[in-house]
């Protein structure tokens, strides 16, 4: 079984995409698992950029099929912000609730219908002879006029789905891991790999 490294140290990320390639002859193992604990420096200008950046920089360091992701909030009304920025939008060491609570003082006054906004998760996927592929996908939403909601994090109090009537971290959380951007993008990705490595 080919070792498959995922540059996260989120044990629940881990989980999630362990699930999604159940069937696959790959075993999923955290980047602090192969002894890596560095942090790799996320300096692109997209969540593409910066999914590469970390997918190369750990394929240098162990040689193996590695995978790293980049995702974050897109609102329209401000231009794409906070786009990359998302987890540094109100500052180093921020909570959730500081994030949110900024985002809801940035777009104070403005109407429900132009406050649309998308979830973007850009997953790299860099194989052991180097070669790499990147999956991009979203989800479409609104920013809600306050926090909904207690079953997600980060932003998804405050993403509402209009199919749904309800928040993100309102969803049940089968449908959130269905209709997710994180989601969809590991499946697009499982597909390309399933096509890559003749796997069946």
């Known amino acids: 079984m080919r070792k498959f490294i995922i540059a996260t140290k989120n044990k629940g990320k881990i989980k999630e995409i362990e699930k999604?390639?159940?069937?696959?002859?790959?075993?999923?193992?955290?980047?602090?698992?192969?002894?890596?604990?560095?942090?790799?420096?996320?300096?692109?200008?997209?969540?593409?950029?910066?999914?590469?950046?970390?997918?190369?920089?750990?394929?240098?360091?162990?040689?193996?099929?590695?995978?790293?992701?980049?995702?974050?909030?897109?609102?329209?009304?401000?231009?794409?912000?906070p786009g990359v920025y998302s987890a540094r939008f109100a500052g180093e060491g921020a909570t959730?609730?500081?994030?949110?609570?900024?985002?809801?003082?940035?777009?104070?006054?403005v109407p429900f219908e132009k406050r649309k906004a998308r979830f973007v998760c850009a997953i790299a996927v860099v194989l052991p002879d180097g070669k790499s592929f990147i999956e991009k996908e979203t989800c479409e939403g609104y920013i809600a006029l306050t926090p909904q909601g207690s079953n997600g994090f980060g932003y998804d109090p405050l993403f509402y789905i209009p199919e749904y009537n309800m928040t993100m971290a309102q969803l049940d959380p089968d449908v959130k891991n269905r209709i997710s951007h994180r989601a969809k993008a590991l499946g697009a990705m499982v597909k390309k790999l399933k096509k890559i490595q003749n796997y069946t």
Do not use: C, R, W
């Not at 790799?40 to 997918?55: H, R, S, V, Y």
């Not at 959730?96 to 006054?109: I, R, T």
């Open 96 to 109: 959730d609730e500081d994030k949110n609570k900024k985002l809801l003082n940035l777009l104070e006054g």
């Open 20 to 81: 999604i390639l159940t069937g696959l002859p790959l075993d999923v193992i955290s980047m602090e698992q192969v002894g890596i604990y560095k942090d790799i420096e996320e300096n692109g200008a997209t969540f593409e950029e910066n999914a590469l950046i970390k997918a190369q920089e750990l394929h240098k360091l162990t040689g193996e099929m590695v995978m790293a992701d980049d995702s974050g909030l897109e609102v329209d009304y401000l231009n794409g912000a």
